[in-house]
């Protein structure tokens, strides 16, 4: 389906599609090659929401987009007045507005035009979801929640797994797709996906649920929760981390990747670059931000919204403000640093990208770590205990 799209613009947004229900690893020759020839291609389109949805795609696979005459930076100039304003009209074009939206928090340091579409595109979504239901109006509420720049692409997947099924013509084949390889992932801690494991893996995994299970059996019933989910959820995290350093020695998965991988990214990694400070400043402050207000209830260490209060002399919503800002200047440094030709493999720099994604999940609702009781334990169960239904 991709091939026979090629150059069109349901290619483009069949990429979107499979990105959005987390089967791009399943066609990542298909769609790096796809996505190489949409680059070389320079193609000007006329609408809001292809312009800004290639920008996005390119984006995410490091293509630096941002010069040339036809480059979508550029392209985007058309869609403003006289005055440098974004056209009243597209406040209707809300495909368009969602679009450009999602594709602004892929800016780097001094694309002043982005950080305006977002605000543009912020204040006319939020005015407008009100109108809005459907499948429309729920992504907009989605992306307005927290962009897809800053999601985590398998949990995401449920959300566009369901939001697809309302469309009038859903993409069947896509989706049926997505509900099995998500069901397949999820069903790996499951004793009936045991005949789904090699041989030599069966007995350890046999091994160890039934430990569980003896365990949960021997317990009251208020306690078997916590304490079984707890001794499963670690083992599956030292047998993950087994087999990752299997992985490492057999097939060079990581560690040993060879040439997309050297030593010299390790040593670079090892030396805490900007890049992986930037990654961390977003958790710590994230952190900061939501758990501040539980935090004043008892000891505690100082924040940063503390320390810029007493350093500035301001308010806490403008320390807020200000630690926010800070965020989104480390993204665009995130941002800037996976735009090829990149110092290491994108899919090195895309690691430490996505634990700053993970963090803003966590902290989306509040102190995720702290208070897991509530919407981080519904993100879990949808993700590891909760199939889709085919």
Same mark, same amino acid.
């Given at each position: ?33 796809? /996505? ?7 193609? *000007?389109? @006329? ?25 979508? /930076? ?37 694309? *002043? ?19 809005? @239901? ?31 099924? $309302? ?79 299997? $992985? ?18 390790? @040593? ?19 952190? @900061? ?6 935090? $004043? ?50 899919? /090195? ?17 509040? *102190?995720?770590?702290? *208070? ?19």
């Amino acid at each position: 389906m991709l091939i026979r799209a090629k150059g069109s613009i349901e290619e483009i947004i069949m990429i979107d599609e499979i990105q959005r229900l987390a089967l791009a690893y399943q066609f990542e020759k298909e769609i790096n090659d796809a /996505l190489e020839q949409i680059y070389d291609a320079n193609v *000007d389109y @006329d609408d809001l929401k292809t312009v800004a949805l290639r920008f996005r795609l390119l984006r995410e696979e490091g293509y630096n987009v941002s010069s040339g005459e036809l480059s979508p /930076l550029n392209v985007l100039n058309k869609f403003k007045d006289k005055e440098g304003n974004f056209k009243k009209g597209l406040g209707s074009d809300v495909e368009g507005l969602l679009s450009l939206y999602e594709a602004a928090f892929y800016g780097t340091d001094g694309e *002043d035009i982005l950080d305006e579409a977002i605000s543009f595109t912020k204040a006319h979504l939020s005015s407008l979801i009100t109108h809005l @239901d459907g499948p429309l109006g729920a992504q907009v509420g989605h992306a307005l929640e927290l962009p897809m720049r800053k999601r985590i692409a398998r949990l995401d997947a449920r959300f566009y797994i369901s939001l697809f099924q $309302q469309h009038k013509q859903p993409n069947d084949i896509f989706l049926e797709l997505a509900k099995l390889d998500f069901n397949l992932a999820q069903s790996m801690w499951d004793l009936s996906a045991m005949d789904q494991l090699p041989e030599y893996m069966m007995p350890i995994y046999h091994a160890v649920l039934n430990t569980a299970n003896e365990i949960e059996h021997e317990l009251l019933p208020g306690e078997k929760f916590f304490r079984t989910d707890l001794f499963k959820h670690e083992m599956k995290v030292i047998i993950q981390a087994y087999l990752e350093e299997a $992985q490492w020695c057999n097939d060079a998965s990581f560690v040993g990747m060879g040439e997309e991988v050297t030593k010299e990214a390790f @040593d670079w990694i090892k030396t805490h670059p900007k890049f992986l400070m930037d990654s961390s400043l977003i958790s710590r402050l994230i952190n @900061d931000i939501r758990s501040n207000e539980f935090e $004043q209830m008892g000891p505690h260490a100082a924040s940063a919204i503390e320390c810029y209060m007493k350093e500035h002399g301001v308010s806490w919503p403008v320390a807020c403000e200000k630690i926010r800002e800070m965020v989104a200047s480390a993204w665009k440094d995130m941002n800037k640093t996976c735009l090829k030709p990149t110092l290491f493999p994108l899919s /090195l720099l895309k690691r430490v990208v996505k634990l700053a994604r993970m963090n803003e999940v966590i902290y989306l609702y509040g *102190d995720g770590y702290t *208070d897991s009781s509530r919407e981080i334990k519904e993100m879990i169960g949808s993700m590891f205990a909760n199939p889709i239904p085919l």
